[in-house]
T-cell receptor, first 114, second 108 residues
Framework: GAGVSQSPSNKVTEKGKDVELRCDPISGHTALYWYRQRLGQGLEFLIYFQGNSAPDKSGLPSDRFSAERTGESVSTLTIQRTQQEDSAVYLC????????????FGDGTRLSIL | SQQGEEDPQALSIQEGENATMNCSYKTSINNLQWYRQNSGRGLVHLILIRSNEREKHSGRLRVTLDTSKKSSSLLITASRAADTASYFCATPSSQFYFGTGTSLTVIP
């Protein structure tokens, strides 16, 4: 079956612009995660959606970052007024239910802020 | 703060040799997971070991878990050039912490 799909795969934008990143999880996966990975670094947790529960937004670095998920399907991560330090790869993952299950990752969106 | 920390940060070995990576964590866990990341790609789940398990095998992978020491190790036997990647341990919680990874290079 299809894996986790992220779009766009690459995004270059000017400082100050807003960007929207999209994630299509595996069908039937109720849990969805967003991470940020800076060059050569580990993964930084951003946000976690689980079913209809309120999302865990505790990892979002500032109020410029927000994310939404429609039911148990597509999620979008929005970064407003982008800064150069936002340049990174943004990875999305989904899992069958809770965070105790293995996560399936997309290949990420490489975001470059000029 | 990060929950899982791998060491070494980088490891370079010859093809056919074994590679061992270690992971330490801080709080109690239900399970510990290992992932691989090839350059420019997302992470791929390798193996999950539950807190009541001490050792688990999957093909050329062997994972051990010592909950008293809050540590785990990943052994890759008979390494291949295709094993070149970064390896991460993850300790699930609501924020799903990943370590900083071990970069493994297998020289043909």
């Amino acid at each position: 079956g299809a894996g986790v799909s992220q779009s766009p795969s690459n995004k270059v934008t000017e400082k100050g612009k807003d960007v929207e990143l999209r994630c299509d999880p595996i069908s039937g996966h109720t849990a969805l995660y967003w991470y940020r990975q800076r060059l050569g670094q580990g993964l930084e947790f951003l946000i976690y959606f689980q079913g209809n529960s309120a999302p865990d937004k505790s990892g979002l670095p500032s109020d410029r970052f927000s994310a939404e998920r429609t039911g148990e399907s597509v999620s979008t991560l929005t970064i407003q007024r982008t800064q150069q330090e936002d340049s990174a790869v943004y990875l999305c993952a989904s899992s069958l239910d809770s965070f105790n299950q293995p996560q399936h990752f997309g290949d990420g969106t490489r975001l470059s802020i000029l | 703060s990060q929950q899982g920390e791998e060491d070494p940060q980088a490891l370079s070995i010859q093809e056919g040799e074994n590679a061992t990576m270690n992971c330490s964590y801080k709080t109690s866990i239900n399970n510990l997971q290992w992932y691989r990341q090839n350059s420019g790609r997302g992470l791929v789940h390798l193996i999950l070991i539950r807190s009541n398990e001490r050792e688990k095998h999957s093909g050329r992978l062997r994972v051990t878990l010592d909950t008293s020491k809050k540590s785990s190790s990943l052994l890759i036997t008979a390494s291949r050039a295709a094993d070149t990647a970064s390896y991460f341990c993850a300790t699930p919680s609501s924020q799903f912490y990943f370590g900083t990874g071990t970069s493994l290079t297998v020289i043909p």
